[in-house]
């Protein structure tokens, strides 16, 4: 990931979900992950909106997230 004056943040990952983005990215070596319904880059606020909704699905509230 890239942050303001393109330094570069590693982000840690759970190896479940690691392996889901292996499977998602293939071969490929340049592009987008995710994208868009019009087959855009996705934005931030559409990945949010649709873990939202996911999370809906699931039964996953805030509440059940805090710590502490």
Partial sequence: MH???GKTVTIPLAP???RALDLAIG???EGPL???LNG???TRD???RMVRRIAKA???TRDCCRFG
């Fill in 3 to 5: 942050r303001k004056a």
């Fill in 16 to 18: 479940r979900t690691a």
């Fill in 27 to 29: 071969e490929r070596v």
């Fill in 34 to 36: 995710f994208l868009g």
């Fill in 40 to 42: 855009d880059k996705m």
């Fill in 46 to 48: 559409a990945a949010a």
């Fill in 58 to 60: 699931a039964g996953i």
